[in-house]
């Protein structure tokens, strides 16, 4: 992967960082999640609003300690941890 670095201001990288969905996020995701989201509400605004919804939803999930890790999914499927 090509990388670049670019300047923020610190408010714009605040902003960023509430965004982030888990603390290990990168930037790169953040952005890209972003951008997803921007290009498919030009295109489908009632699906654009769905997907932020469902982002917040997930948001409060993580926040709230309301999931479920890697290891607890494939132990209750079964899987060898």
Do not use: C, H, W
């Amino acid at each position: 992967m090509n990388a670049t670095t670019i300047k923020l201001n610190q408010n714009t990288k605040a902003e960023l960082d509430r965004f982030r969905e888990y603390k290990n996020e990168s930037y790169e995701e953040v952005i890209q999640k972003i951008i997803y989201i921007a290009k498919n509400l030009a295109r489908k605004p009632e699906l654009s609003k769905e997907a932020i919804e469902s982002i917040d939803k997930a948001r409060e999930r993580i926040r709230t300690g309301n999931f479920l890790t890697e290891a607890e999914v494939k132990k209750r499927l079964g899987f060898n941890v």
